[in-house]
């Protein structure tokens, strides 16, 4: 089972919680966090992303993890954050496009990550692990929230959908792209028991988002347990809990500098040579996340979209082995047969003609980026189902990079969870 953990949050004073929280810190460059500082000094960004306020110092000068403690205690000694009286959870809501997302903020043990009822589908790289590293330690708090899904065996989403009823939240804010973000506090008894009991019928849970943030959580408790410095806070990070089918889950979207050296009717033809159909898609709604597919069929197909000279193409193709759970992905074929064997892009992390858009953004995206002549080919990814995520992690499998876009994305500042 994942046992859970009351904790007591560090979370704007009601009259700040529409100006503290802010994106993650890993979806913003340091200059585009330092514009959004610029505008709002109150932002949490300025916790998460120090860098940001120091641009003559290497990003990961020791000086950068002091000047975020400074921040962040600063913040709470002036009373824009406030530590509650007590330990309790808090339930998560956003609502997006109209569709509404709630799920339940807690801790987990460190333990649970290490003994695998933790799981992850995606590696970490050693760098972005450090960085947080780091700045969990010099700040003694988690400023990030960590995305578990769960499969609900009791209805558990309901329950925790009743707390928040006719109830006002404890912070609120509104995105700049008009996603609303509100938390509530659940501080009675009988209700943190029954949640507690609830979770106790849950095996595992699973990392949607925030793979560095969690092992960087790991990394700090092992590191103070060796410097005899360890709490027992410092052996639990913060998660927020969604129910498996009730998140949004889209593509990832690729960007291809050029071709390779092949002209259009060229790539074309190496794609029918390799057995893909292709064929012109027609107008698409560029408001839309995702291409509507044309393709149908009995048998399981590979489908994706390229854009290239101002026409949309779908390519498919039937699935070879659809009991391969990673092979069989979409992200895996395009990356193994095409960028890879056609393109000759055999680095997906670190090729510089390679790049990546989330999925959340309209497709006028990538047909603006291509139109522009920045890049050659985009390719719209379809979703991967949430269950094969959850199936890939059961097995310890590894998904390629960018192959998911979970939604709602949180915000950090709404809640922390301190360490010290």
């Not at 110092?57 to 954050?81: Q, S």
């Not at 522009?372 to 719209?380: D, I, K, P, R, T």
Request: aromatic content about 8%; glycine content about 8%.
């Amino acid at each position: 089972m994942v046992q859970i953990y009351r904790f007591a949050a560090v979370r704007p004073e009601r009259r700040y919680s529409g100006d503290i929280p802010s994106v993650p810190y890993d979806v913003v460059t340091a200059e585009e966090a330092r514009e959004c500082i610029e505008k709002n000094p109150l932002s949490f960004l300025r916790v998460s992303r120090p860098d940001a306020e120091l641009p003559d110092l290497p990003p990961h000068d020791d000086r950068v993890y002091e000047r975020a403690r400074e921040v962040f205690y600063g913040l709470l000694a002036d009373g824009r954050l406030q530590k509650d009286p007590e330990p309790g959870m808090y339930v998560y809501r956003a609502v997006q496009d109209g569709e509404e997302f709630v799920g339940l903020v807690c801790c987990v043990a460190t333990e649970e990550y290490e003994n695998r009822r933790i799981r992850r589908h995606e590696l970490t790289r050693y760098d972005k692990e450090e960085d947080r590293t780091r700045h969990i330690d010099a700040v003694g708090a988690n400023t990030g929230l960590v995305f578990l899904l769960y499969r609900d065996p009791d209805d558990i989403y309901t329950a925790i959908h009743s707390l928040i009823d006719g109830a006002e939240p404890d912070g609120s804010t509104t995105t700049v792209s008009g996603v609303l973000h509100q938390v509530y506090r659940i501080a009675d008894e009988a209700a943190l028991s029954h949640l507690e009991g609830l979770f106790a019928t849950v095996p595992e849970a699973y990392i949607a988002d925030g793979h560095h943030r969690a092992k960087s959580a790991v990394n700090v408790a092992e590191r103070r347990r060796e410097e005899g410095r360890f709490t027992e806070e410092a052996g639990r990070f913060m998660v927020v809990l969604f129910a498996r089918d009730h998140v949004r889950i889209h593509g990832y979207s690729r960007l291809v500098t050029d071709l390779g050296g092949l002209t259009l009717p060229g790539f074309i033809d190496a794609l029918l040579r390799a057995g893909w159909s292709i064929r012109p898609h027609g107008k698409v709604d560029a408001s839309e996340y995702q291409v509507r597919p044309l393709a149908t069929g009995d048998e399981p197909l590979h489908v994706m979209h390229f854009y290239m000279q101002g026409t949309w193409y779908e390519v498919s193709r039937p699935v070879d082995n659809p009991a391969d759970l990673i092979g069989s992905l979409d992200v895996s074929v395009l990356q193994k047969e095409v960028l890879e064997g056609m393109l000759g892009i055999n680095d997906p992390r670190g090729d510089p003609r390679l790049h990546y858009m989330g999925g959340a953004k309209p497709l006028t995206g990538l047909e603006r980026l291509v139109d522009s002549g920045e890049y050659a080919l985009a390719v719209a990814m379809q979703p991967v189902d949430v269950e094969t995520v959850l199936a890939i992690a059961d097995a310890d499998g590894v998904m390629p990079p960018k192959s998911t876009w979970f939604e709602p994305k949180l915000l950090s500042g709404l809640v922390v969870h301190t360490i010290d």
